[in-house]
């Protein structure tokens, strides 16, 4: 069965601290991989994608994530955390041959960043 | 400003009643998505519709409709089937390309009191 697993429901993190937020998938295939950010009773926005290519994908609010084809990973990262990085943060898949196109969401981790 | 607009925000409903989430879209966005989320869980799909006139069930489709008369609107009905409906209820649309993001309203919250 298709999943994505993001292993920590919890991350603190000092302000000013790198911080990674983990991602592991299990799609067949090579799959699309997205990062979400959900602040208190709000939506969903959108923070970066995997498609092809480089590896290593630069998104919005200076976050950045890396393809690990072999480890099957996609993690979330930041140079130098920020207090208003704090908020809920999901990985996504989508199989590339799904003709429906389906996200298959993570349970999501809740990043805390301490000032 | 384009985007995807969810109402109301709050939502209280008696149990026995049915009541309709609104969700209205002017990204001209033909894949449309339901989603609840509950606290601790991912998102689970209710209902998604690719074309007007036309959706299939996800993965919680039990107690829950929907409709696709225009392109722009998915309304999304939580009958009184529907055991347990208190949650936040999300709404997407995404682009024709499996590549690309979906967008995401700004949700309804759903209390059954």
């Known amino acids: 069965a298709q999943s994505v697993a993001q292993p920590e429901d919890q991350v603190n993190v000092a302000e000013g601290n790198p911080l990674t937020v983990k991602c592991t998938y299990s799609?067949?295939?090579?799959?699309?991989l997205f990062w979400y950010v959900q602040y208190p009773n709000r939506g969903l926005q959108f923070l970066l994608k995997?498609?092809?290519?480089d590896n290593l994908v630069k998104g919005s609010y200076g976050f950045e994530a890396e393809f690990n084809k072999s480890q099957t990973s996609f993690h979330l990262k930041k140079p130098s955390a920020l207090v208003s990085d704090s908020a809920l943060y999901f990985c996504a898949v989508r199989d590339r041959s799904d003709s429906n196109y389906q996200l298959i969401w993570g349970a999501g981790t809740k990043l805390i960043i301490k000032p | 400003d384009g985007g995807i607009t969810q109402s109301p925000k709050y939502l209280f409903r008696k149990e026995g009643q049915n009541v309709t989430l609104s969700c209205e879209q002017n990204l001209n966005h033909d894949a449309m998505y339901w989603y609840r989320q509950d606290p601790g869980q991912g998102l689970r799909l209710i209902y998604y519709?690719?074309?007007?006139?036309?959706?299939q069930k996800g993965d919680i489709a039990e107690g829950y409709s929907v409709s696709r008369e225009k392109k722009e609107s998915f309304p999304l009905t939580v009958t009184s089937a529907q055991k347990n409906p208190t949650a936040f209820y999300l709404c997407?649309?995404?682009?024709?390309?499996?590549?690309?993001?979906?967008?995401f309203g700004q949700g309804t919250r759903l209390t059954v009191v």
């Open positions: 519709s690719q074309i007007v006139n036309d959706f």
């Open positions: 997407a649309s995404r682009p024709p390309q499996g590549r690309a993001e979906a967008f």
């Open positions: 799609v067949s295939g090579n799959p699309y």
């Open positions: 995997y498609i092809t290519g």
